[in-house]
């Protein structure tokens, strides 16, 4: 028992999805890097995505995001080769409304069939009776785009009543989008754009948070100025630490419903991030990286 609870706190803390008796670690994996060049075919390193997988949950992560869209098919092979069965507790979230075109590139696929296709061909790959978790992906990669998505969420909600999904999330959608949301389905999680410098969600991540419902950052380092770089690269260097694991902290601080899913596929950078959730940001450094976002706002 003590040495469960030393790994938790090293992970973040643990925190349980709305509703559910599913409760993962704050720190988590997200497996898009697994595949190849722009998430497109094969890994260069096969034995290297394995093993980053075992490597993982070795250190005790149960929280794994994934998608059959990445390679497309490869990141879901890689884990059913790395991990099944799956050791008890370990929570797999993945994502449907897009397919990759031959060129790489990513198409929307929200249709009533192509969503039905794309949860059996999770079932299929990832080697599962059911889906712990499914996230309806829309918007676009820079955010949300205002409209209805109750069409595709209630062919998702009937997916679940099948006993193919246990529980539903949001990809790249707004507050108005979750809350038309609601009146469909049960969500758990809401995975969006967000990062120290792009702090657009903030006013959500606290409406989330008294809902209790976990909000997941992706691009947690993207689109940072030299300016914006600077400050972070600074505050890194003071506390002995690399950019990746001072700007995940921030995010663990930021709020308690946050959890977080950094992708390598490098041992090595593995467990640099899983060491960002026992860093402690001292109050003047998260003063400094707060101001990251208003220099960009006023840029």
Avoid at 53 to 72: C, K, M
Avoid at 84 to 98: M, N, Q, R
Wanted: hydrophobic fraction near 40%; charged fraction near 15%; glycine fraction near 8%.
């Amino acid at each position: 028992m003590t040495t469960q609870t030393d790994t938790t706190s090293k992970l973040g803390g643990p925190f349980t999805l709305p509703g559910t008796s599913m409760t993962v670690h704050r720190m988590g994996y997200g497996a898009m890097q697994l595949a190849g060049p722009h998430v497109f075919g094969p890994p260069r390193d096969m034995d290297a995505a394995l093993a980053v997988l075992r490597e993982a949950i070795a250190a005790d992560v149960n929280h794994i995001d994934t998608s059959d869209f990445y390679g497309p098919h490869v990141t879901n092979k890689i884990i059913k080769n790395a991990i099944h069965p799956y050791p008890d507790g370990l929570v797999i979230v993945t994502k449907l409304g897009a397919r990759r075109g031959e060129d790489a590139s990513w198409i929307p696929a929200l249709s009533r069939q192509e969503l039905i296709d794309g949860t059996h061909d999770n079932l299929r790959n990832l080697g599962l009776d059911k889906l712990d978790v499914v996230n309806l992906r829309v918007g676009g990669i820079n955010g949300p785009t205002e409209g209805s998505i109750a069409e595709p969420l209630t062919v998702l909600a009937e997916l679940q009543q099948q006993g193919l999904i246990e529980h539903l999330g949001l990809s790249n959608v707004s507050p108005a989008q979750l809350a038309e949301a609601q009146k469909i389905a049960k969500i758990v999680c809401v995975q969006n754009l967000y990062n120290v410098a792009h702090r657009t969600d903030d006013a959500f991540i606290d409406d989330l948070a008294r809902q209790g419902i976990a909000y997941v950052p992706f691009f947690p380092l993207g689109g940072f100025t030299p300016l914006q770089s600077t400050k972070l690269n600074d505050a890194a260097a003071s506390l002995n630490s690399t950019p990746m694991q001072v700007a995940q902290a921030w995010l663990l601080h930021r709020s308690p419903n946050i959890l977080l899913i950094p992708g390598t596929s490098s041992i090595e950078h593995l467990r640099e991030n899983l060491k960002a959730a026992t860093l402690q940001l001292p109050a003047e450094t998260i003063e400094t990286l707060n101001s990251i976002a208003a220099a960009s706002t006023q840029s």
